[in-house]
Nanobody, 129 residues
C-alpha cells in the first residue's frame, strides 16, 4: 500500500518562501514519476510541477516557472521549493504518484491529473499580501 504525506505548508507573506516535502511509505520514489498539484477554493486541481522517475526531467507550469523548483532524493522524499510567493499561490498543495510510469523511460512524466493514482492528503499554503 503506497501512502504519501505532505508537510511544510503554512502562512507566509508575499515574496516569502516555503519548502514542501512529500514522504512516501510502501514504495521507492525512484521507481515512479511524481507531481505536485494545487487546488484553490472554487477552482479545479491543477498541475504545478512534475518530475520523472529518474529525476532527470522536470516540468513547471507557466504560472510558477522561475519561482518553484521540484526535486527528489530518489529514496523516500520529494520536494517543492517555492520562492517569491504570491497571494495567487494560495491553495492546498498535493503530491501525487503515477504508478504506471515505471513502463516508460526515465524522462517521462504525465501532465494529466488522471494519470496520477496515489495522492497525499494535502497541505495548506496561504500567502498574505
Amino acid at each position: 500500500q503506497i501512502q504519501l504525506v505532505e508537510s511544510g505548508g503554512g502562512l507566509v507573506q508575499a515574496g516569502g518562501s516555503l519548502r514542501l516535502s512529500c514522504v512516501t511509505s510502501g514504495a521507492m520514489l525512484s521507481s515512479y514519476a511524481m507531481g505536485w498539484f494545487r487546488q484553490a477554493p472554487g477552482k479545479e486541481r491543477e498541475l504545478v510541477a512534475a518530475i520523472s522517475w529518474s529525476g532527470g526531467s522536470t516540468y513547471s507550469a507557466d504560472s510558477v516557472k522561475g519561482r518553484f523548483t521540484i526535486s527528489r532524493d530518489n529514496a523516500k522524499k520529494m520536494y517543492l521549493q517555492m520562492n517569491s510567493l504570491k497571494p495567487e499561490d494560495t491553495a492546498v498543495y498535493y503530491c501525487a504518484l503515477d504508478s504506471s510510469s515505471t513502463a516508460y523511460s526515465g524522462s517521462y512524466y504525465s501532465l494529466s491529473l488522471n494519470e496520477y493514482d496515489y495522492w497525499g492528503q494535502g497541505t495548506q499554503v496561504t500567502v498574505s499580501s
